[in-house]
């Protein structure tokens, strides 16, 4: 079955420091791939979204992910985190079969001064 | 982006009443909207795929009985909870699909917060 994994269930990350958020996805095929943020009581906002082409996408925020196929990741990266940052993050993916989504448990990020 | 809106943005009711949820695309047109549940600190749970001038496709264990969906137009898409009772409660969240030089995107509404009492 397909699925979207997101390991760490929550992180915390000093105000300053680089960011990484795992995502990793099992699918036969190369799914269009997605991040959103959300904040406490929030929407979903697109942070970006990978479709083809060059597999380092850059989003909004300051944000940015790397699809690496042989690993079936799309993890998601900021150099360096401000304390707004603190949220809900969701890794999506699309497979492009009636555009369901599918989409991981989410990682909570906490930013500490 | 694209814009999509919902409203109410919280509703309270009564057990046993029926909760009307609007989403609309405000500045795009949407032939599929989709519709989403959270339960607190849990990720998002399709529940159905709502496609303009036909029926919902409803996932496995939801009740179309019960979540009723109606797509009138290419803008609006509505969630209708019938004789909500507490279990319903929870954070309902839809999303429209809008075609760009990428793909298809799907861009959220900001959810609508239903506390059945």
């Known amino acids: 079955a397909q699925s979207v994994t997101q390991p760490d269930i929550h992180i915390t990350v000093s105000e300053g420091a680089s960011l990484e958020l795992r995502c990793n996805y099992s699918?036969?095929?190369?799914?269009?791939l997605f991040w959103y943020v959300q904040s406490p009581g929030q929407g979903l906002q697109l942070l970006l979204k990978?479709?083809?082409?060059?597999?380092l996408v850059q989003g909004i925020k300051g944000f940015e992910a790397e699809f690496k196929r042989s690993q079936s990741s799309f993890n998601l990266r900021k150099p360096s985190v401000h304390w707004s940052d603190a949220a809900e993050y969701f890794c999506?993916?699309?497979?492009?079969?009636?555009?369901?989504?599918?989409f991981g448990t989410g990682t909570s990020l906490t930013v500490i001064p | 982006g694209a814009v999509v809106s919902q409203h109410p943005s919280r509703v309270i009711c009564k057990s046993g009443t029926s909760v009307k949820i609007e989403c609309r695309s405000l500045?795009?047109?949407?032939?599929?909207m989709f519709w989403y549940r959270q339960f607190p600190k849990q990720s998002l749970m399709l529940m159905a795929t709502?496609?303009?001038?036909?029926?919902?496709?409803?996932e496995q264990g939801v009740e179309k009985d019960k979540f009723l969906i109606n797509h009138a137009s290419l803008t609006l898409s509505t969630l209708t909870v019938t004789s909500a009772h507490p279990e319903d409660s929870s954070f309902y969240i839809c999303?429209?699909?809008?075609?760009?030089?990428?793909?298809?995107?799907?861009?959220f509404g900001p959810g609508t917060r239903l506390l059945v009492l």
């Open positions: 709502s496609n303009e001038g036909s029926k919902a496709t409803y």
């Open positions: 999303s429209a699909n809008t075609r760009g030089a990428g793909g298809e995107t799907q861009y």
């Open positions: 999506a993916v699309d497979l492009n079969t009636g555009n369901q989504f599918y």
């Open positions: 500045d795009f047109q949407a032939t599929t």
């Open positions: 990978y479709f083809s082409g060059d597999t």
């Open positions: 699918y036969g095929a190369t799914p269009y």
